[in-house]
């Protein structure tokens, strides 16, 4: 079974910190994604990745930025973290069942 | 704009009951349609769907696709307590750089009381 784990399940930072989330997958899936999931908004495409230091941003790119170094891993970004984006973030990697995600990070920003 | 719209966005039933969650959509090149279960974490996966008019089961759960009219419906029989959480729709887009990228809909949240 694939595994994709993301680093952390709770956070909470302070306005203006940079944030790292991390996200591992172990099956050497070329697609990974990161979403933020808010009530009654369901999941919104902040980036993705098809390949070794490639991205393309998606639906709500602002704020954020995504590194993809290795292949295995790939790392959300807020530059400079607000309290509108506190939100649950869900890392997903490609299978052929669509998506295997991540636990989720439930992050804070106060 | 791809979009996915479910309803309703949540409910409330009684152990035993029969559920269904609706989810259409607007997208381009569609390829497929996935619904996931969502509890405490992470989203898991129960139905894929390409082909219209074919139900697809899993124990109390089905789950159907009319790609004429764009819409799946997602059925749940003698609902239990462990059926409550959040029902996800999802559509994937093939082609360029759009291939394998996955739309949601807002969700639905379900509550099964006993």
């Known amino acids: 079974d694939v595994k994709v784990t993301q680093s952390s399940r709770y956070l909470v930072k302070r306005t203006g910190e940079k944030v790292f989330l991390e996200c591992v997958q172990d099956?050497?899936?070329?697609?990974m994604f990161w979403y933020r999931q808010d009530p009654g908004l369901g999941l919104r495409l902040i980036y993705f990745?098809?390949?070794?230091?490639?991205?393309e941003k998606g639906d709500i790119p602002e704020g954020y930025s995504v590194s993809r170094e290795k292949k295995e891993r790939f790392s959300l970004i807020l530059e400079s973290a607000s309290t509108n984006q506190t939100s649950m973030y869900l890392c997903?990697?490609?299978?052929?069942?669509?998506?295997?995600f991540g636990s989720g990070t439930r992050l804070t920003v106060v | 704009e791809d979009k996915v719209v479910q309803s309703p966005l949540s409910l409330v039933v009684h152990e035993g009951d029969t559920v269904t969650l609706n989810c259409s959509y607007e997208?381009?090149?569609?390829?497929?349609l996935l619904w996931y279960k969502q509890e405490k974490k992470a989203p898991t996966f129960l139905f894929m769907l390409?082909?219209?008019?074919i139900e697809k089961k899993s124990g109390r759960l089905s789950s159907i696709l009319d790609k004429k009219e764009l819409f799946s419906i997602l059925n749940i029989t003698a609902t239990q307590t462990g059926d409550s959480a959040i029902y996800l729709c999802?559509?994937?887009?093939?082609?360029?750089?759009?291939?394998?990228?996955?739309?949601f809909g807002q969700g639905t949240i379900l509550t099964v009381h006993p």
């Open positions: 997903a990697s490609e299978s052929p069942r669509g998506y295997t």
């Open positions: 099956m050497d899936h070329e697609n």
């Open positions: 990745s098809y390949d070794v230091k490639m991205k």
């Open positions: 997208v381009t090149n569609f390829r497929s």
């Open positions: 390409t082909s219209s008019g």
């Open positions: 999802a559509v994937e887009v093939a082609g360029g750089t759009s291939y394998g990228k996955l739309t």
